[in-house]
């Protein structure tokens, strides 16, 4: 089955910094790879997708990446806040397949 | 708000006994998850129900169980509870069609064994 690496575990940085978590995926059938952002005592929430046709996708101060060949996609957090402080999660999933297998999560601390 | 409704939010038993979690996916969506969060276990894939029937299965114990009404609610029950079982359970629902895989999550219920 699908396995996904996420790096890293823990990743702190000051107020306006930007933030990168790459995740990796095993199986190259994956054609959806959805982020999540969860926000503590609350569940996963959707903030970006890519499709595997598209190369990079972006919205407000969040961009997403994907290298098919290389079987890596990279969630980007630009002028970083606060509030932006939470867990984000990357997954993948096969058309056809609705089950997406999620990365063990990377916790953003953002300083002010 | 995802508009997906889990109740209880708390939850706390005994070893050896059984619980009802409860489920109300997003208007017009007729698929259901259900995932469990542990600290080393990251979010696992329980269980899947599509519009009343099982979909797909993940790594879901025997003595767990779920169903999905003809209204689309959905109920996961645990049985024989162990100490191990003690995480958050969260539920998720998607409209089901190949082109719309988004998923929406409720917030979760936190399960205690003691």
Known sequence: ?112 | DSGVTQTPKHLITATGQRVTLRCSPRSGDLSVYWYQQSLDQGLQFLIQYYNGEERAKGNILERFSAQQFPDLHSELNLSSLELGDSALYFCASSAGQPTNEKLFFGSGTQLSVL
């Open chain 1, 1 to 112: 089955g699908e396995n996904v690496e996420q790096h890293p575990s823990t990743l702190s940085v000051q107020e306006g910094d930007s933030a990168v978590i790459k995740c990796t995926y095993s199986d190259s059938a994956s054609n959806y790879f959805p982020w999540y952002k969860q926000e503590l005592g609350k569940g996963p929430q959707l903030i970006i997708d890519i499709r595997s046709n598209v190369g990079e996708k972006k919205d407000q101060r969040i961009a997403v990446t994907l290298n098919k060949t290389a079987k890596h996609f990279s969630l980007h957090i630009t002028e970083t806040q606060p509030e932006d402080s939470a867990v984000y999660f990357c997954a993948a999933s096969k058309g056809g397949s609705y089950i997406p297998t999620f990365g063990r999560g990377t916790s953003l601390i953002v300083h002010p």
